[in-house]
Each structure stands twice: as structure tokens, then as C-alpha cells.
């Protein structure tokens, strides 16, 4: 099973981003799913989650501003940032927590980051 994200870039404060995280791999079912930053100042931070069945979550830093969702037949999740600000300039984490077989314990995989960065 392999994560991989992309979409990151350099922007303008204010500006947009869309991340895409991409599962793949022999699999049997995917949970739950989640964008994480890291910065060096604040360590990994958790953003947003979103589940099977739809429900999201958001940190409160984020809520208003960024979006996630996911394409369950496609195995993808978006995080769709606007407004953003300098302080949002961090390493984007995905994960996901996955079950390999029905009847197997799932377990979280995560993806190798992709760069938001944010000018002033």
C-alpha cells in the first residue's frame, strides 16, 4: 500500500491550493483519512479528516478555509485550501487507515508530504 500526495506549491498569501492524496496498492477497504502539517517550530499537526461514509473534521486554524474530501472509488482525498496565510506554510501529510483484508485489523499508512508554502 503506498500513499502519495501532490499539489504543493508556492503561493501568494490569500492564494489557493488543492492537495490530492492517492492510495494505492492491494487493499481491501479504506476508513478514515487525514491531512497532517508539519513545521519545525510545531511539529506535526493534525488539519482535517474525513471518513467513509462522508462526515468531516477540521482543526480549528483551518475551519472555514480549507475543505477536504474524498473520491472513494478512486481511493483519493483532496484538501482544497484558499485564504491562505503565511502561517499555513508547512509539510502537508496524508494518511489513511486501512484494512488490507476483510476480518484483518486495519492499520495507518502514511504518504512521503508534499510543500505548501505561503508568502507574505
Known amino acids: 500500500v503506498q500513499l502519495v500526495e501532490s499539489g504543493g506549491d508556492l503561493v501568494q498569501t490569500g492564494g489557493s491550493l488543492r492537495l490530492s492524496c492517492a492510495a494505492s496498492?492491494?487493499?481491501?477497504?479504506?476508513?478514515?483519512m487525514g491531512w497532517y502539517r508539519q513545521t519545525p517550530d510545531k511539529g506535526r499537526e493534525w488539519v482535517a479528516s474525513?471518513?467513509?461514509?462522508?462526515?468531516?473534521n477540521y482543526a480549528d486554524s483551518v475551519k472555514g478555509r480549507f475543505t477536504i474530501s474524498r473520491d472513494n472509488a478512486k481511493n483519493t482525498m483532496f484538501l482544497q485550501m484558499s485564504g491562505l496565510k503565511p502561517e499555513d506554510t508547512a509539510l502537508y501529510y496524508c494518511?489513511?487507515?486501512?484494512?488490507?483484508?476483510?476480518?484483518?485489523?486495519?492499520?495507518?499508512?502514511w504518504g512521503q508530504g508534499t510543500q505548501g508554502t505561503v508568502s507574505s
Open positions: 494518511n489513511a487507515d486501512i484494512r488490507l483484508r476483510i476480518g484483518r485489523p486495519s492499520k495507518v499508512y
Open positions: 496498492g492491494s487493499f481491501g477497504s479504506i476508513a478514515s
Open positions: 474525513v471518513i467513509s461514509g462522508g462526515a468531516t
